[in-house]
């Protein structure tokens, strides 16, 4: 790249105090959402196969959007922890700094969106879910009619939500990172 001088729409400088934070930040945050989002794609379909609600047919359908929400946040996650290879030593208008691959880090802004894409699978989810746990029938399987809310439903309840809250995280953090706007520029350049 030297003796090159940077397109405009391909590259932007980046103040050093930027670079250190999306160094420093994204590898951690996307670390985070990998490992919660490995540990949910195998979490729950173990855990939603032993359920004492996995007789009902909706049971499958709320595993699969569980999973889909899982892997909506492993995309994200796996984005944000390959995100600062994206940052280069080049020239710039203003001399030689840090700067940031424009068309990888705008590429990389779809799997983050892609991890507040559960804010439709989390209502869907929970439709398909605790519909049975709320409005069962009597039966030979549940004589009173009602299922009573073990560990273990609870926390297959309150997976999802948190895969939506890192989800959003990932978003409101890696968005103005990945897309830094001249302001946030200006702002770590002081």
């Not at 359908?61 to 280069?88: K, R, T, Y």
């Not at 895969?163 to 978003?171: R, S, Y």
């Not at 830094?180 to 770590?188: A, D, G, L, N, V």
Request: proline share 9%; with cysteine; net charge positive.
């Amino acid at each position: 790249m030297p003796g090159h001088s940077i397109d405009s729409r391909a590259y932007v400088w980046l103040p050093p105090r930027l670079v250190a934070k999306l160094k420093r930040t994204l590898p951690l945050l996307g670390g985070l959402t990998t490992a919660l989002a490995l540990a949910m794609a195998i979490a729950v379909p173990v855990m939603g196969y032993r359920l004492p609600t996995s007789h009902s047919a909706t049971n499958g359908i709320s595993v699969m959007l569980a999973m889909f929400s899982a892997v909506l946040l492993l995309m994200s996650g796996v984005a944000l922890l390959f995100a600062p290879a994206w940052i280069e030593v080049g020239h710039h208008p203003g001399g030689t700094g840090h700067v940031l691959r424009l068309r990888p880090a705008s590429i990389s802004a779809g799997p983050l969106c892609g991890g507040c894409a559960s804010i439709v699978v989390l209502p869907l989810f929970y439709l398909f879910y605790a519909t049975p746990l709320t409005w069962s029938d009597p039966g030979p399987v549940n004589p009173h009619g009602y299922t009573q809310i073990t560990f273990g439903i609870f926390v297959y309840l309150v997976m999802p939500l948190i895969a939506f809250a890192l989800g959003v995280v990932d978003a409101v953090i890696g968005w103005p990172l990945l897309r830094p706007s001249q302001r946030t520029i200006q702002r770590y350049a002081r």
